[in-house]
């Protein structure tokens, strides 16, 4: 397989030296580069030491003399990039370290909290640190650049003060883990994400109750690893990082003890050092794809607990290690390759039916089969609008009751969604669309005597927060479908009470009222929250006119003007909530009681099926939901707002 890297066999146009520069030196991300090295620092031994040791993760081994701490300390914690590792607390400031150099540690910035050990994670930017030291029971966290020296700033608190949690990362998110607060140990599992600043928010729980729980991690996979309960432990509870949802059994250390110091790169953790009620020097280490196999790695120089761990190629930056240079640009930059990982090619049909269930169902787009389980939304309902970025799925909008709850998960990991934050105002029936940048919803019910309001919301959804005011539609309405290009976000449909064909627009990057854009062939409303879309055709499908309609509509996005019938849906139905991947639109959450494997009292019905953007024509059986409902979120990676 070819390189992307430099050689004079297949260099070809400009290499530039900076972005060299910058591989090697900034991000680590050169091959060559130090991301088999993971450090270890301090701990005690009885006494406090200032020893930091290494080891070569892709092997197995044990440590060898790296530099030493500018202060003897017990109780670091530590957080790192590809190219430095950065430990603090227990009340003796901050050391820097390289990885590709060995040597003693240097300042690098005075926090405003004492942190103490396990507490800290971080990205290949940021470090976040919880200050669990003194005073005990704090919740506040604090970061760092790790690219500016001398940086740190607030960053938020988490869900309640507490000491000797457990933590790890992804790319994009920080995940705390048990502790121990004035009332004893802590259950609790937080989150936070590491771009923007703000509080932790609830994830779930641990298997048990306990203090010192040591964390590591894969860009998906989270592992907190043994600790003290009643007793000590030699538990490891595992977590997916992008969903949320509660710790699972993942296996056991070789022996159980508490307080010791981990790292990891995307493949492995390793485990070191701590205490059985006398201190051990030895290392274990797990791979994060199996559960249940922790094998013997080597051992520290000396038997130590409270050591810290630092990798250049931990969860948060595994994006740059082991590096895979055939995926790779002359500048470092991923590129893109179509279906071959995936991208833009994941539908999701969220929540939804009469009875309000939590089900999430993934498909493939581009080829027809049904529904497979992808995991559950946070909150449970029907009647809602979905909207995805490349990378993030959202729905919001719910009945069941009437709510203002925004949910969230990432595409390329199945799991649970999470809260993201709050419309403006609880309401149902809304419509949706979305672009790379923005998620908007507009209009809704937002009582069960049907009060309607005009309201347009938007979010930027690469952050998690509460929505802002767009502006606001020309009546309030329950709405139709919403379709988007990456600039312009088009509402067909509603109902006032009385059923519209008024489309309207919205330029997706500003803000504002909607504007006139034409009429549906057929006035009809709700139809579902939201329509399928490429990067130049809009499509509506279904609705109440007032009896249910099999009617399909379609619009050029860039333009303004009546839409054009593009064919007939299987059957007619009042809602159809619509994804794509530029290419193909594929509808589900339909209703209609006569329909082959509907229910005969609330009509839901199991039924995906397909059309081809660029033609027109009938629909085509795409396969069936995991279970029958109608009302659902839909949302995809792939749609014409992202191109």
Not at 195 to 217: K, M, N, Q
Not at 448 to 455: A, C, F, G, Q, V
Request: proline fraction near 3%.
């Amino acid at each position: 397989m070819a390189t992307s890297y430099p050689d004079k066999t297949n260099a070809r146009g400009i290499w530039r030296i900076t972005d060299i520069t910058r591989n090697i030196k900034t991000e680590g991300t050169f091959p060559g580069s130090s991301g088999s090295i993971g450090i270890y620092a301090g701990g005690v031994t009885p006494s406090t030491s200032n020893i930091v040791q290494s080891v070569n993760q892709t092997s197995t081994g044990d440590t060898t003399d790296f530099g030493d701490l500018q202060t003897a300390s017990g109780e670091r914690t530590s957080a790192a990039n590809g190219t430095r590792a950065v430990f603090a607390g227990d009340s003796t400031g901050t050391d820097t370290f390289f990885f590709s150099t060995k040597g003693n540690g240097s300042d690098f910035v005075t926090l405003g909290i004492d942190p103490r050990q396990l507490g800290s994670c971080g990205n290949k930017t940021r470090g976040l640190f919880h200050g669990n030291g003194a005073p005990a029971f704090v919740d506040t966290v604090e970061y760092i650049e790790f690219a500016t020296l001398g940086f740190k700033a607030d960053f938020g608190d988490l869900t309640g003060g507490k000491d000797r949690e457990g933590a790890c990362s992804s790319l994009t998110r920080g995940i705390w883990a048990g502790g121990e607060n004035p009332d004893g140990n802590v259950n609790v599992i937080e989150f936070a994400e590491i771009a923007t600043t703000g509080d932790a928010i609830d994830f779930g729980d641990l298997t048990e109750a306990r203090r010192y729980p040591a964390g590591a991690s894969s860009s998906t996979r989270g592992l907190f690893v043994a600790g003290y309960t009643d007793g000590i432990t030699d538990d490891i509870d595992s977590v997916q990082i992008a969903s949320h949802g509660n710790g699972t059994d993942y296996g056991d250390l070789s022996t159980t003890r508490f307080n010791l110091g981990t790292l990891s790169n995307s493949v492995r953790g390793i485990y070191a050092g701590g205490s059985t009620g006398s201190l051990v020097n030895t290392m274990d280490f797990s791979q994060f794809a199996s559960s249940g196999a922790v094998t013997d790695f080597g051992d520290l120089t000396t038997a130590a607990t409270s050591v810290s761990g630092a990798s250049p190629t931990h969860g948060g930056i595994d994006q740059n290690f082991p590096r895979a240079p055939e995926l790779y640009s002359p500048t470092g930059r991923p590129l893109v390759y179509g279906d071959e990982a995936g991208l833009g090619d994941i539908g999701l049909f969220q929540s939804g039916g009469y009875g309000y269930v939590y089900t999430i169902d993934y498909i493939k787009i581009s080829s027809a089969s049904n529904g497979t389980d992808f995991g559950d939304t946070a909150t449970k309902g029907t009647h809602m609008g979905g909207a995805g970025s490349a990378t993030r799925a959202f729905i919001a909008g719910y009945s069941g009751p009437i709510a203002d709850n925004i949910d969230y998960g990432t595409f390329s990991t199945k799991g649970n969604h999470s809260d993201f934050g709050n419309l403006t105002d609880a309401r149902d029936k809304v419509g949706s669309f979305s672009n790379n940048t923005r998620a908007v919803w507009f209009g809704g019910r937002i009582d069960d005597s049907d009060n309607l309001t005009n309201i347009i919301d938007y979010i930027t959804m690469a952050t998690i927060g509460n929505a802002s005011d767009f502006g606001d539609l020309a009546a309030a309405t329950h709405v139709g479908q919403g379709v988007a290009s990456n600039t312009r976000g088009v509402s067909g449909g509603g109902k006032t009470p009385s059923y519209i064909d008024v489309i309207q627009y919205v330029t997706i990057g500003s803000t504002g009222n909607a504007s006139d854009f034409g009429d549906l062939t057929v006035a009809r409303g709700p139809g579902g929250g939201t329509g399928a879309s490429s990067q130049t055709r809009g499509i509506f499908a279904g609705g109440e006119a007032p009896s249910n309609s099999d009617v399909m509509d379609y619009i050029t996005i860039a333009s303004t003007g009546d839409a054009t019938d593009f064919g007939d849906l299987a059957f007619v139905t009042g809602f159809a909530s619509g994804l794509s991947n530029n290419v193909r639109a594929v509808f589900s959450g339909f209703n209609n009681t006569g329909a082959p494997g509907a229910d005969g009292t609330f009509g839901q019905t199991p039924h995906i099926s397909y059309v081809t953007i660029a033609s027109t024509g009938d629909i085509t059986n795409f396969g069936d939901l995991t279970e029958r409902r109608y009302g659902l979120g839909a949302a995809s990676n792939g749609h014409g707002g992202l191109s």
